[in-house]
């Protein structure tokens, strides 16, 4: 079992920037794949990236490519997401998740945190 609690989220205006924190508990960290995903209002939930159990490896949705950064650090059982010019099409709630599939990790869940894009 692995718990995940997100930090980080808030209000930013366009073109600003935020990162995301997602702190681990639980089994071995460096055993899963990370990922961030995003549920905007009266949306589904979408992938945005993922990492690999090393970090050697990423992945990105195509609307986030370029502007987004995940990375890891084991040793602090932690994920971020550096979002840089973001747009209000990026205000969603976002998740992180945890899987033995690094490529689109999804069996445990965070509860989310809010990030809001004024314009």
């Known amino acids: 079992q692995v718990q995940l609690v997100e930090s980080g989220g808030g209000l930013v205006q366009a073109g600003g920037s935020l990162r995301l924190s997602c702190a681990a508990s639980g089994r071995t960290f460096s055993s899963y794949g990370m990922g961030w995903f995003r549920q905007a209002p009266g949306k589904e939930r979408e992938f945005a990236a993922a990492i690999s159990w090393k970090g050697s490896m990423t992945h990105y949705a195509d609307s986030v490519k370029g502007r987004f950064t995940i990375s890891r650090d084991n040793a602090k059982n932690t994920v971020y997401l550096q979002m840089n010019n973001l747009n209000p099409e990026d205000t969603a709630v976002y998740y992180c998740?945890?899987?033995?599939?690094?490529?689109?990790?999804?069996?445990?869940w965070g509860q989310g945190t809010q990030v809001t894009v004024s314009s």
């Open positions: 998740a945890a899987g033995s599939s690094w490529y689109k990790p999804s069996d445990y």
